[in-house]
């Protein structure tokens, strides 16, 4: 049974930096893409960087740049390094991942979620 585990969110001022943590088990191979969403208030849940077996990654234009993906070698544990964070970064963020390796930013079509971590960035 796949699990994803989320941490790593807190409260952080205009131009700061987190990371957030997830630590993935239960996949047999890597045939699977996974990333990290994100949900602000009122507003959808959106994808933000996923990334494949391949290295391939999908990064949303707006964290170009500041958002960087990255996982350990065993595929065990996913890393969100956000720098320069904004206030409109501020949402819940969930680890998510889906049964193939095509990297794609739409929420609906990924099978596993985490239980979310919360960033707020304020002022």
């Known amino acids: 049974q796949v699990q994803l585990v989320e941490s790593g969110g807190d409260l952080v001022q205009i131009g700061g930096s987190l990371r957030l943590s997830c630590a993935v088990s239960?996949?047999?191979?890597?045939?699977?893409?996974i990333g990290w969403f994100r949900q602000a208030p009122g507003k959808e849940r959106e994808g933000v960087v996923c990334?494949?077996?391949?290295?391939?990654?999908y990064d949303r234009d707006s964290v170009k740049g500041r958002f960087t993906i990255s996982r350990d070698n065993a595929g065990r544990s996913l890393y969100l390094q956000m720098n320069s964070l904004k206030p409109e970064d501020t949402a819940v963020y969930y680890c998510?991942?889906?049964?193939?390796?095509?990297?794609?930013?739409?929420?609906?079509?990924?099978?596993?979620w985490g239980q979310g971590t919360q960033v707020t960035v304020s002022s």
């Open positions: 998510a991942a889906r049964d193939a390796t095509m990297v794609v930013r739409s929420p609906s079509v990924y099978n596993y």
């Open positions: 239960g996949f047999t191979d890597d045939h699977y893409a």
């Open positions: 990334i494949n077996n391949n290295g391939t990654i």
